[in-house]
């Protein structure tokens, strides 16, 4: 079992910024793929971003240039800096690792998530 447990989220105004962390105690993030989901209130969740085991990204196309997907591999931490942020994307944010080399879009294909953190841009 991975425990995987996100902090940094909050309330900003439009056009601020936001740094989401996702800490692995005992597991190395490293080796696997991580991504970052978002649910928006009443809506599906979706993937936002993607960093492979061999640190390459992807991302949403909602969230492309204003979001970047890192890792502290030294320190075992996943971040996703948020910037540009705008009311749409408020939602319930989430890590989560496939623990699989390469990520997939699909939230069924990850079986370890955090337990979310809350953003509210007005």
């Known amino acids: 079992h991975v425990q995987l447990v996100e902090s940094g989220g909050g309330s900003v105004q439009a056009g601020g910024s936001l740094r989401l962390s996702c800490a692995a105690p005992?597991?190395?993030?490293?080796?696997?793929?991580m991504a970052w989901f978002r649910q928006p209130p009443g809506k599906e969740r979706e993937g936002i971003a993607y960093i492979h085991h061999d640190l390459t990204t992807d991302y949403a196309d909602s969230v492309k240039g204003r979001f970047t997907i890192s890792k502290d591999v030294a320190e075992n931490i996943l971040y996703l800096q948020m910037n540009s942020l705008k009311p749409e994307d408020t939602a319930d944010y989430y890590c989560?690792?496939?623990?699989?080399?390469?990520?997939?879009?699909?939230?069924?294909?990850?079986?370890?998530w955090g337990q979310g953190t809350q953003v509210t841009v007005s």
């Open positions: 989560a690792t496939n623990w699989r080399l390469r990520c997939t879009e699909n939230p069924s294909d990850f079986p370890y």
């Open positions: 005992g597991h190395t993030h490293s080796t696997y793929c």
